[in-house]
């Protein structure tokens, strides 16, 4: 069941958990905005944690951008955040294909020899856990989790 998140800022507690959404427009210069959002929403865990989910969440957000029909005219891109006790997990919500189709990003080993195809590679091999879902409404939720107990 896929469980449509909101399109607005938001937040709620719910057993035990806390979770922030924030949507903004779909172009690279909201990339700083989304950034400061989470600095703010994550300030009281530890830097590295923090600094952790800002690069992997900087590059699902330009991913999406760059992908998706969020990165059109009027596309947006809707940022989630849920604390719990012992992780932390971020959504990075596109529109969909701007052609309908059902696509989903797939970490591909880095090609030394070409300037992109490294960011959902990183996510990848850095989050505790990571993963895509389709929307019913044919937006993509592309995902990862962090611990909160780093190695």
């Known amino acids: 069941m896929t469980v449509l998140l909101p399109r607005r800022t938001t937040g709620a507690r719910s057993a035990g958990s806390v979770v922030r959404a924030v949507t903004l427009p779909g172009r690279p210069e909201q990339a700083t905005e989304m950034r400061s959002r989470l600095a703010v929403?994550?300030?009281?865990l530890p830097t590295g944690l923090r600094d952790s989910i800002q690069l992997l969440a900087s590059e699902l957000f330009n991913n999406a951008i760059r992908h998706t029909a969020s990165g059109l005219p009027g596309g947006t891109v809707t940022v989630t955040l849920v604390?719990?006790?012992?992780?932390?997990?971020v959504r990075v919500i596109d529109d969909g294909q701007p052609d309908g189709e059902l696509r989903f990003p797939v970490p591909r080993l880095p090609d030394t020899d070409s300037e992109g195809g490294f960011g959902l590679w990183f996510v990848h091999t850095t989050a505790t856990q990571r993963g895509t879902a389709r929307h019913a409404d044919g937006r993509t939720s592309v995902w990862f989790e962090l611990s909160r107990r780093r190695e």
């Open 83 to 89: 604390t719990l006790s012992d992780r932390v997990q």
């Open 41 to 44: 929403l994550t300030a009281a």
